[in-house]
């Protein structure tokens, strides 16, 4: 196959785009996945109490150890609510770069 007609062949648009109503169920979908964040949110709130309380009282008894790991686990927690937060923005951001590439 020559050149030219393997570039030709590489750049060849399928014509796939996301579309609603494709498929039943879409709805349903986004309520579960919308549940699914709901849950995990709550349970970073969970996490990041628990995390406060070991490292307060790892602070007030002199046990370094539990205060760096109540430090840590404070932070994930907090990175943990930004990504469950930003989820939805992140993958629009994404998506739109990725539409854009040519």
Wanted: glycine share 14%; no cysteine.
């Amino acid at each position: 196959m020559p050149l030219p007609a393997r570039l030709i062949q590489l750049a060849y648009d399928p014509g796939i785009s996301p579309k609603e109503g494709g498929l039943p169920g879409l709805s349903v979908l986004r309520s579960v996945v919308s549940s699914i964040n709901l849950y995990a949110i709550i349970a970073v709130v969970g996490a990041l109490a628990v995390s406060l309380a070991v490292w307060a009282w790892g602070h007030f008894t002199g046990g370094h150890q539990a205060e760096a790991n109540g430090k840590k686990g404070a932070q994930i927690s907090a990175g943990a609510a930004l990504g469950l937060g930003a989820a939805n923005g992140i993958v629009v951001f994404f998506s739109t770069l990725g539409a854009q590439v040519k």
